[in-house]
């Protein structure tokens, strides 16, 4: 437990750090616009409700999540490749340099 909490300040894992971030600030602004009171009842109103319709509704739950998924990976996939592409591209040498025939 202690390992992953330093791997986790530490970054060694950027796509673990990611999301934490991001789950952090989901929780952040759904506190912000609910407020403590109403974000904490609102959780405690999920823990037992979600579990039931997820027993109803399994299946679907189930295809809807593979879809999220999929699509999910997919956007990663192109951001990855346009992050690829922007590592990739030429740099314009700056002003005053010899490469840059201000001299």
């Known amino acids: 437990m202690l390992h992953a909490a330093a791997s986790l300040m530490l970054a060694d894992d950027t796509s673990l750090a990611l999301k934490w971030m991001a789950g952090l600030y989901a929780f952040a602004l759904a506190s912000r616009l ?13 823990a037992f409700t979600l579990p039931k319709g997820y027993e109803q509704k399994k299946e679907e739950v189930d295809q809807a999540a593979a879809m999220l998924l999929s699509k999910a990976k997919e956007l990663s996939a192109v951001a990855v490749a ?6 990739k591209a030429p740099t314009k040498p700056a002003a005053g340099t010899k490469e840059g025939k201000a001299e």
């Open 82 to 87: 346009k992050l690829g592409e922007l590592r």
């Open 34 to 46: 609910l407020g403590s009171t109403g974000l904490f009842f609102l959780l405690f109103v999920c």
